[in-house]
């Protein structure tokens, strides 16, 4: 769609609004970079914890680095040996790779009840994408972020409006030219009726 709208009519969109459909990361990553377009979506973020440990935003990734650190001040590596293979801590599809602690600063560690109570150390998942990721849930904070959310809430009512009001949950006509005309007709009832609305009746005069 995005390469039609720019062949077609030269348009190059600056943001893109949706629902979290939109916000898988390879999605996010697309987005912004290659085509540097912002993504006002939600994310699809499954790494806050409801247990009441320690959730991944509370480590701070360290890009210069690459590692994290936890809120105790240590360190989480992708290789925590010399010996290590390349391919350790890559998930098999390649798009996920994971950060470990120290058993030694884990056991060390007064906040060990709140970060991993059931593990030996602490470990992080962190995807190929996250920086686009981290781009996103930017976006998300902005003023800009919030007028789309208003947006595309407008868009969704008359969508639900031709769909459980004026029944076009399906089309009845057969063949391109017939839902053409079927989603011609349909928003044009729409406009109409909000026409309708807009227009004041005058008020009648009853005979005397």
Same mark, same amino acid.
């Given at each position: 769609?995005?390469?039609?709208?720019?062949?077609?009519?030269?348009?190059?969109?600056?943001?893109? *609004?949706?629902?979290?459909?939109?916000?898988?990361?390879?999605?996010?990553?697309?987005?912004?970079?290659?085509?540097?377009?912002?993504?006002?979506?939600?994310?699809?973020?499954?790494?806050?914890?409801?247990?009441?440990?320690?959730?991944?935003?509370?480590? *701070?990734?360290?890009?210069?680095?690459?590692?994290?650190?936890?809120?105790?001040?240590?360190?989480?590596?992708?290789?925590?040996?010399?010996?290590?293979?390349?391919?350790?801590?890559?998930?098999?599809?390649?798009?996920?790779?994971?950060?470990?602690?120290?058993?030694?600063?884990?056991?060390?560690?007064?906040?060990?009840?709140?970060?991993?109570?059931?593990?030996?150390?602490?470990?992080?998942?962190?995807?190929?994408?996250?920086?686009?990721?981290?781009?996103?849930?930017?976006?998300?904070?902005?003023?800009?972020?919030?007028?789309?959310?208003?947006?595309?809430?407008?868009?969704?009512?008359?969508?639900?409006?031709?769909?459980?009001?004026?029944?076009?949950?399906?089309?009845?006509?057969?063949?391109?030219?017939?839902?053409?005309?079927?989603?011609?007709?349909?928003?044009?009832?729409?406009?109409?009726?909000?026409?309708?609305?807009?227009?004041?009746?005058?008020?009648?005069?009853?005979?005397?």
């Amino acid at each position: 769609m995005i390469d039609r709208t720019a062949e077609q009519f030269d348009i190059k969109p600056a943001r893109l *609004v949706g629902d979290a459909g939109y916000g898988s990361a390879e999605m996010v990553a697309w987005l912004v970079d290659e085509r540097g377009i912002e993504p006002h979506v939600k994310l699809m973020d499954k790494s806050e914890r409801t247990d009441g440990t320690f959730s991944r935003s509370d480590f *701070v990734f360290d890009p210069e680095r690459d590692l994290y650190e936890c809120p105790g001040g240590k360190e989480l590596r992708k290789y925590r040996r010399a010996f290590t293979k390349p391919r350790d801590g890559v998930s098999k599809d390649g798009t996920m790779i994971t950060f470990r602690a120290s058993r030694l600063d884990c056991d060390a560690c007064a906040l060990k009840p709140r970060c991993c109570p059931n593990d030996v150390a602490r470990k992080i998942a962190r995807s190929i994408y996250e920086a686009a990721r981290d781009k996103a849930r930017a976006i998300a904070k902005t003023e800009a972020y919030a007028v789309s959310r208003r947006e595309r809430k407008k868009l969704e009512m008359l969508f639900a409006h031709l769909k459980r009001i004026l029944g076009l949950g399906k089309l009845r006509l057969r063949g391109p030219s017939g839902a053409k005309d079927e989603f011609l007709l349909a928003p044009t009832a729409q406009n109409l009726r909000k026409l309708a609305k807009l227009i004041p009746f005058e008020t009648p005069i009853f005979a005397t």
